[in-house]
T-cell receptor
Framework: AQSVSQHNHHVILSEAASLELGCNYSYGGTVNLFWYVQYPGQHLQLLLKYFSGDPLVKGIKGFEAEFIKSKFSFNLRKPSVQWSDTAEYFC?????????????FGQGTTLQVKP | ETGVTQTPRHLVMGMTNKKSLKCEQH?????MYWYKQSAKKPLELMFV???????ENNSVPSRFSPECPNSSHLFLHLHTLQPEDSALYLC?????????????FGQGTRLTVV
């Protein structure tokens, strides 16, 4: 069965610090990978996604993620965080062989950015 | 606004009540999903509907009963729930199989069982 593991449950940073959130998945086949963000009181929204091609993908608000197939990882990065990045971040995977499009999520990482 | 609308936003129900959650999308998607979001736990996939047919049920108790009358609407019927069922219930939709798209989520229904 597919599973997703996010290493950091709660991260506290000061503004302008760099961010890296870890995500590893377990599935041997081709996958599609996603990072979603949930700002306080808001719906889950897509930050970025990887389907194929360049393993370094860029998303909204200056976020990027790198797919490393050999490590089954899809870590999220941002060079300089802002107070407005305070939110919960979820990594998710979809098995390409699945024709239902279902997503399996990690447990989430709460990011708190101090002004 | 994501194009996926859930009602109600908040619901408090007793353990003997029957209620329904509603989800509506007008994005032209053909797959819809129910997820449960509890504190300190990953989002749990409950049900998957593809082309209005239930294709996945992840060992969800029978007190949760989904219904998908058409490709735009999804319901979750609730009866005799337990306090541990209190959570945020999220609906999502996507259009897999045609260059798999990401899932779009509604804002959720915050359910409290008393």
């Amino acid at each position: 069965a597919q599973s997703v593991s996010q290493h950091n449950h709660h991260v506290i940073l000061s503004e302008a610090a760099s961010l890296e959130l870890g995500c590893n998945y377990s599935y041997g086949g081709t996958v599609n990978l996603f990072w979603y963000v949930q700002y306080p009181g808001q719906h889950l929204q897509l930050l970025l996604k990887y389907f194929s091609g360049d393993p370094l993908v860029k998303g909204i608000k200056g976020f990027e993620a790198e797919f490393i197939k050999s490590k089954f990882s899809f870590n999220l990065r941002k060079p300089s965080v802002q107070w407005s990045d305070t939110a919960e971040y979820f990594c998710a995977v979809n098995a390409y062989s699945s024709n239902t499009g279902k997503l399996i999520f990690g447990q989430g990482t709460t990011l708190q950015v101090k002004p | 606004e994501t194009g996926v609308t859930q009602t109600p936003r908040h619901l408090v129900m007793g353990m003997t009540n029957k209620k329904s959650l509603k989800c509506e999308q007008h994005l032209g998607h053909n797959a819809m999903y129910w997820y449960k979001q509890s504190a300190k736990k990953p989002l749990e996939l409950m049900f998957v509907y593809s082309l209005e047919e239930r294709v996945e049920n992840n060992s969800v108790p029978s007190r949760f009963s989904p219904e998908c009358p058409n490709s735009s609407h999804l319901f979750l019927h609730l009866h005799t729930l337990q306090p541990e069922d209190s959570a945020l219930y999220l609906c999502a939709s996507s259009k897999p199989g045609q260059g798999i798209t990401e899932a779009f989520f509604g804002q959720g229904t915050r359910l409290t069982v008393v």
